[in-house]
């Protein structure tokens, strides 16, 4: 069955420090996408960074860049030069293409990790 | 433009009693989902509509029903309201229903069962 483990419960650090976010994931599937969401006080989760599963290519996107290997399942995700407005739970989510007929994209999540950047 | 909006922001409810949330996706898109999160957990997912029509649903009991209306909104419909539904309930809006396209969410409705 489909699982995403984040271990992190918590991560404090102090602002312009690097974070690095730590995701674990469990498919049978062969093709799959990984997402990271952030979601603030306010509620709502906003879309961060997608991966497929064909491509392994690690890329930087201004602060954030992601390591995907598929070797450890893992993806991880990291924000560089860290702000106070980076305060926030991170969820990293796992998609699999067999999970929905005809298509869709049912999201499973991890369980977030909370991320304190204080000044 | 408008984000995905829900309404009602907050609800409290007694055990037993129905409920019913609403849902505005973006505009333009055709495909809303539904998704529980209890306090500390990631989001679960409860169901996913598209063009009106049920595309999708998690694992949970038959007293959880949705549906979409022809303007792409939805409602998510909760029966005999127990103390473990107790929880943020967002909805999710995208284009299309492609397995990898990224979901832009709302701010959700707080519900609380008493």
């Known amino acids: 069955a489909q699982k995403v483990t984040q271990a992190q419960t918590e991560i404090s650090v102090v602002e312009k420090e690097d974070v690095t976010l730590d995701c674990v994931y469990e498919?049978?599937?062969?093709?799959?996408?990984l997402f990271w969401y952030k979601q603030p006080p306010s509620g709502e989760l906003v879309f961060l960074i997608r991966?497929?599963?064909?491509?392994?290519q690690n890329e930087i996107s201004g602060r954030y860049s992601w390591n995907f290997q598929k070797s450890t399942s893992s993806f991880n995700f990291t924000i560089t030069a860290s702000q106070v407005v980076d305060s926030a739970v991170y969820f990293c989510?796992?998609?699999?293409?067999?999970?929905?007929?005809?298509?869709?994209?049912?999201?499973?999540f991890g369980t977030g990790t909370q991320l304190k950047v204080e000044l | 433009d408008a984000g995905v909006t829900q309404s009602p922001t907050h609800l409290i409810k007694t055990r037993g009693q129905h409920v019913t949330l609403r849902c505005s996706p973006i505009?333009?898109?055709?495909?809303v989902s539904w998704y529980q999160q209890v306090l500390g957990q990631g989001p679960q997912f409860i169901f996913q509509?598209?063009?009106?029509?049920?595309?999708g649903r998690g694992n949970f009991p038959d007293r959880f029903s949705a549906r979409q209306f022809p303007n792409y909104s939805s409602e998510l419909n909760v029966n005999a309201l127990l103390l473990g539904d107790s929880a943020l309930y967002l909805c999710?809006?995208?284009?299309?229903?492609?397995?990898?396209?990224?979901?832009?969410f709302g701010s959700g409705t707080q519900l609380s069962v008493l």
């Open positions: 498919t049978r599937d062969t093709t799959y996408y």
């Open positions: 509509y598209y063009e009106k029509e049920e595309r």
């Open positions: 505009s333009g898109h055709k495909s």
């Open positions: 991966r497929n599963s064909f491509d392994e």
């Open positions: 989510a796992l998609s699999e293409a067999s999970k929905v007929t005809g298509g869709g994209n049912k999201l499973t």
């Open positions: 999710a809006s995208s284009l299309v229903r492609a397995t990898n396209e990224k979901l832009f």
